[in-house]
């Protein structure tokens, strides 16, 4: 099974609704409530970081008896150095970004811990690709 | 604890009742103002959210849409905060109640803690 939701950036009053979709999507499939959790989770910090630093993205959502696996891609200014971006507390979110709760740094991390299997492509001036992977049995 | 329990602790004012009660009443607080410090202590919790509230200072809806994600059922604003109409607006849709203290964040913390309500960081309910 196969879903797209696009992303706005800037878009912030929309911010979160294609993460919300996808969490009635799993619910309605029946999925055990822990992997719904961490769904939510990895897929709603990576539509934030596209709401928040990129121009227009996208999550892919593809669920199958063994795995769900999302891709969330942007056009915008990617991740110049991914290392750096993936430690916590690194941030380069704006005033305005963090008078609205982000900007802890702690979004990537957060993907990372809460999927079983996350990687990042960046291109400076392109774009970024995240992909993770959840098994629905552990 | 009853949400009816916890407002009269906090002085607190109901803004919006989903009617949603936990079976077994509140029994957690997560305690913050960053969304991705509430989602990481949220990952760490056990099999449900049911019986967590939200303290918090942030108002804007993305505090509403982040509880979703978590299944977070009651929000309480600080510092008798009122949240936008599309905060409300939010919340109803999701099924979250939203109450405001007149409290600070450390009052409301004392309170609850002094009642024996735990962090979220040790919740382990359904473990
Ligand atoms: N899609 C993206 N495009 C460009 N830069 C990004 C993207 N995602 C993340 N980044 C960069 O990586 C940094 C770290 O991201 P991360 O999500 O971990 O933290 P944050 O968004 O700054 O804060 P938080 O997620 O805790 O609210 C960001 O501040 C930003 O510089
Ligand atoms: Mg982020």
Known sequence: MHWEFSVTGGNFSGAGEAASKIKNILKKLGIAYEVIRRVSIASYEAEMNITAYADEGKLLVDIDPLEINITASDRGPGIPDIDKAMQEGFSTATPAIREMGFGAGMGLPNIQRATDWMVINSTVGKGTEIKFKIYLKT | ?127
């Open chain 2, 1 to 127: 604890m009853k949400r009816e329990e916890l407002g009269g602790l906090l002085s607190a004012t109901v803004l919006l009742d989903s009617g949603y009660e936990p079976e077994g009443g509140y029994d957690t607080v997560c305690a913050c103002d960053m969304m991705s410090e509430l989602l990481a202590s949220m990952n760490q919790t056990g099999q449900n959210s049911r019986g967590v509230l939200l303290l918090t200072n942030m108002t804007n809806p993305q505090v509403v849409r982040t509880s979703e994600m978590v299944d977070i059922r009651l929000v309480i604003f600080l510092r008798g905060k009122k949240p936008a109409p599309e905060t409300i607006a939010l919340a109803r849709s999701c099924g979250i109640s939203i109450m405001t203290t007149p409290h600070t964040m450390f009052s409301s913390c004392g309170i609850l803690h002094a009642e024996k309500l735990q962090d979220v960081q040790t919740y382990n309910r359904d473990v």
